[in-house]
Nanobody, 123 residues
Framework: QVQLVESGGGLVQAGVSLRLSCVAS????????MGWYRQAPGKQRELVGT???????NYADSVKGRFTISRENGKGTVYLQMNSLKSDDTAVYYC?????????????????WGQGTLVTVSL
């Protein structure tokens, strides 16, 4: 069983910064891609950005230049540094991880989601 636990959400004013963290635990052999997604009220879940195990990143156009994803491979942790927050960034932010796990029958693939953390940006 692989689990993700996010932290760092909260209520902030527009223009400030916030950092989210996500920690993976369980019988993990390797984590390939980690990423952040968000879902605003009344909208579908959308990609914020991803980071590969080689450090390569990919961002949604709406957050480019403001958000930065980083990871600590040895700790199974991914971060989302959010700067210059806008009211449009208000959403539940979800962490995602894909990789290989170790099970009783050997290795297998996994993809898991965190429970989500709410970020509210006020004007």
């Amino acid at each position: 069983q692989v689990q993700l636990v996010e932290s760092g959400g909260g209520l902030v004013q527009a223009g400030v910064s916030l950092r989210l963290s996500c920690v993976a635990s369980g019988r993990i052999f390797s984590i390939n891609t980690m990423g952040w997604y968000r879902q605003a009220p009344g909208k579908q879940r959308e990609l914020v950005g991803t980071i590969g195990d080689d450090g390569s990143t990919n961002y949604a156009d709406s957050v480019k230049g403001r958000f930065t994803i980083s990871r600590e491979n040895g700790k199974g942790t991914v971060y989302l540094q959010m700067n210059s927050l806008k009211s449009d960034d208000t959403a539940v932010y979800y962490c995602n991880a894909q990789g290989r796990r170790v099970g009783g029958m050997g290795y297998g693939n996994f993809e898991v989601w965190g429970q989500g953390t709410l970020v509210t940006v006020s004007l």
